[in-house]
């Protein structure tokens, strides 16, 4: 079984600035896939970006970059220069293997741009 | 490209009644889950299907609840008779299942509120 943890129920964070969001995962297989979700205030989950457990490199697309320590099981978001539309739920999650099983996800992190 | 589609929105109905949510996935894709969305539970995975065979039911709570997947476009999630603690967002959810990076595509969900 896989377990997410983020510790930060709400973050508030002035705008243009960086944005560090933690994520934890404890799984005991070797293959595994981490994921982040934002969902706005209107309700929807929008996938933002994918980390691989064997990918050499950290995942980045955009402003978003998934800052990936293995051997910490860590797999913090970073959003570059924030903006207000970047307020929002943040949700952590992973799979393991194949990912036909679904997603496992953290309670969230509730993150709020400050004008 | 159609996301995933879900219907209705929003589902006000009393305890008692029988509720039907209803789910088409994005075209091609394998697999399709349905989560359950509350304050105090967070995300939680109900069921999944793969190629349109139930997998794991193991998150239903209770026998009230019950899933089909006649066929690729079309699954539905039923629970009869409901309850006030039903009240939550359903999401359904699908994806393409390849490998770990699989991400799963969101429905915007329905609303069921039970009076």
């Known amino acids: 079984a896989q377990k997410i943890t983020q510790t930060q129920p709400g973050m508030f964070v002035q705008e243009k600035e960086a944005v560090t969001l933690d994520c934890t995962y404890d799984?005991?297989?070797?293959?595994?896939?981490l994921f982040w979700y934002k969902q706005p205030s209107s309700g929807e989950m929008i996938f933002l970006i994918y980390?691989?457990?064997?990918?050499?490199q950290n995942a980045t697309e955009g402003r978003y970059s998934l800052n990936f320590q293995k051997a910490r099981k860590s797999a913090n978001l970073v959003i570059s220069a924030s903006q207000l539309g970047d307020s929002a739920m943040y949700f952590c999650a992973t799979h393991s293997g194949g990912g036909a099983d679904g997603l496992t996800f953290g309670k969230g992190t509730h993150l709020i741009i400050q004008p | 490209d159609a996301g995933v589609i879900q219907s209705p929105r929003h589902e006000v109905t009393e305890m008692g009644q029988e509720v039907t949510l209803r789910c088409k996935p994005i075209?091609?894709?394998?697999?399709l889950f349905w989560y359950r969305q509350t304050m105090m539970r967070g995300l939680e995975l109900l069921i999944y299907?793969?190629?349109?065979?139930?997998?794991?039911d193991s998150g239903m709570p209770e026998d009230r609840f019950s899933a089909k997947m006649p066929n690729a476009s079309f699954s539905t999630l039923k629970i009869q008779p409901s309850e006030p603690r039903d009240s939550a967002v359903y999401f359904c959810?699908?994806?393409?299942?390849?490998?770990?990076?699989?991400?799963?595509?969101f429905g915007n969900g329905t609303r069921l509120t039970v009076t």
């Open positions: 299907f793969n190629n349109n065979v139930p997998i794991d």
């Open positions: 980390q691989g457990s064997y990918d050499q």
């Open positions: 799984t005991s297989d070797p293959s595994y896939g």
């Open positions: 075209s091609g894709h394998n697999s």
């Open positions: 959810a699908s994806s393409l299942v390849q490998g770990a990076n699989s991400p799963l595509h």
